[in-house]
């Protein structure tokens, strides 16, 4: 009997216990998910440009290059605020990140694989295991089925896409750009500098200095949630966040408790309050009873949403959530190449550089040229050798690491790269081995004379010929001299005769026809 009811005892202690874990304690338990803050109503339809998915092509976004390394600067600074927005005092956390590349991610709801399952979680029941110092709820999600919406990159894996629907975005690429405001599908797959964390919110609040509130409610698309009008959505006063970053390019968290139509803010406050603090670019997150802040694993943040039991309020279990954590590497595992210590990775091997040790780096010398770096060393081109390759094969050597032995003969020149050879006079063949034919001694005397007597005759021939032509010039000039002084004696002694021009041409005047004695005169008138 006893036994009996020692089991029912414990029966009844373990049904107990499950209602406990299910009521989560004196009056606490799930939230009623009464306090809801949602962009669109379901019914209500809006223009179709508001929904076009844009594929392709560049949307209006602003890029902020990533902050300066902080040495010494460690942890986000959180401050808590109770500050007034018109007659209300409301109360909030703002928060700084120095390296957000480092020390902030997207997680998942309840960790990875959350969108995909499309599982709700509390702020807490996420931030916990992956030891976030600061958390808040993220993005929207379908509070019917727990769907993630818009486009999400979590730790560098993209687990839910907006499919080119257009809602504010913030994300950081894999340089440390922070990226704020809309983007195609082109832009979110982007592989050149990856996004490692993006999320979708719903209302572009600040872009480039300037609240952006009016221009966000004509671009952006309403099946992102349901319920409310949009106007109502962006003036009505609940808790809000809010994720952007400043000048510095420091990332910043808003939030700020409230509950709908009764305290907290609208839109237009949390952008000037933002704008106060020296905020630039900045979207708008989920708010009303999603709104939750988290510090060092405990809620810290006064939930909007009712427990089962009226009388408590209970944090609302939600979708994604940022988290602000200990620096972490990009990527997590340093590329295989190095352990990651204090969130900076410290490179393995000997070669391997670089923030995310995917450097390879061999020296100054660079392989001198003649080979290619790895994770071993310099991998030297054929016919180089040493640890910069910067020695030519030797020692009758050539090909890779000069591994390889030449087989030239007769001392012939070996190519270091493919060990050909180069013979030296007298020698033929690819070792260098065969002597060319050479003639017999006699041979040569014979040929050689032969070539002599030829020469000789030719140049004999030559001399010859040209004394001839020299004695005939000569005595051609001797005649020609001799003759004409010859001609200029006769012609000083005065015997000159007058030849007239008919007689020249053989005609005579018929004067001197009939006086053929008269040849003394020389002149006639």
Not at 11 to 29: Q, R, T
Not at 88 to 96: F, K, N, P
Request: contains cysteine.
């Amino acid at each position: 009997m006893a036994a009996s009811m020692g089991r029912w005892l414990l029966f009844f202690l373990a049904l107990l216990s499950c209602f406990w874990e299910a009521s989560g304690g004196y009056g606490w338990g799930a939230s009623l998910d009464d306090d809801l803050l949602l962009p669109y109503s379901r019914p209500r339809a809006r223009s179709a440009r508001d929904c076009a998915r844009v594929r392709v092509g560049s949307r209006e976004h602003e890029s902020w290059p990533p902050p300066a390394a902080t040495p010494g600067v460690r942890g986000p600074a959180v401050r808590t605020f109770v500050s007034h927005f018109a007659t209300r005092a409301v109360a909030g956390h703002l928060t700084r990140v120095a390296e957000p590349l480092r020390t902030f991610s997207v997680l998942e709801p309840g960790g990875p694989g959350g969108c995909a399952s499309r599982r709700r979680a509390t702020v807490e029941e996420t931030a916990r295991p992956a030891g976030c110092s600061v958390a808040q709820n993220g993005g929207f999600f379908r509070m019917d089925t727990g769907e993630c919406l818009g486009n999400i990159v979590s730790d560098g894996r993209r687990v839910s896409s907006a499919g080119g629907l257009q809602n504010a975005q913030f994300g950081i690429r894999r340089d440390g750009t922070l990226v704020t405001g809309y983007l195609s599908e082109e832009e979110v797959l982007d592989t050149e500098n990856p996004f490692v964390q993006l999320l979708s919110g719903v209302v572009w609040l600040i872009r480039n200095g300037s609240v952006y509130i009016n221009e966000s409610q004509a671009a952006e698309c309403d099946e992102t949630q349901e319920t409310g009008s949009f106007s109502k959505f962006v003036n009505v006063i609940s808790a809000r966040t809010a994720v952007g970053h400043d000048r510095k390019g420091q990332l910043v968290l808003f939030h700020a408790d409230g509950q709908t139509e009764q305290r907290g803010v609208n839109l237009w406050d949390m952008a000037e309050f933002l704008l106060k603090q020296d905020v630039v670019n900045a979207i708008n997150l989920d708010g009303g009873g999603s709104a939750t802040f988290v510090l060092n694993g405990t809620l810290a943040s006064y939930p909007s949403d009712h427990c089962q039991d009226n009388m408590w309020r209970c944090p609302r279990s939600v979708s994604t959530v940022v988290c602000v954590h200990e620096p972490r590497c990009q990527p997590p595992d340093c590329n295989g190449h190095g352990t990651c210590v204090e969130g900076r990775c410290q490179c393995t091997g000997h070669f391997w550089r670089g923030a995310a040790c995917n450097q390879l780096d061999c020296g100054p010398s660079n392989c001198s040229l003649h080979g290619l770096c790895t994770e071993t060393g310099c991998h030297c081109e054929a016919g180089w050798t040493g640890s910069n390759c910067s020695e030519a094969c030797h020692n009758g050597s050539f090909g890779e690491d000069c591994a390889k032995k030449c087989q030239c003969q007769n001392g012939a020149a070996c190519d270091p790269a493919l060990g050909t050879c180069t013979c030296p006079p007298g020698f033929t063949g690819d070792t260098c081995m065969q002597v060319k034919p050479r003639l017999q001694p006699s041979e040569v005397t014979v040929r050689t004379g032969s070539l002599s007597l030829l020469t000789g005759t030719t140049w004999l021939a030559l001399t010859l010929a040209l004394v001839f032509l020299l004695l005939i010039s000569m005595v051609v000039n001797v005649t020609m001299l001799l003759g004409s002084r010859a001609e200029r004696s006769r012609h000083l002694d005065g015997a000159y005769v007058y030849h007239p021009l008919q007689e020249m041409n053989g005609e005579l005047p018929a004067t001197e026809k009939e006086q053929p004695g008269d040849t003394c005169n020389p002149f006639k008138d």
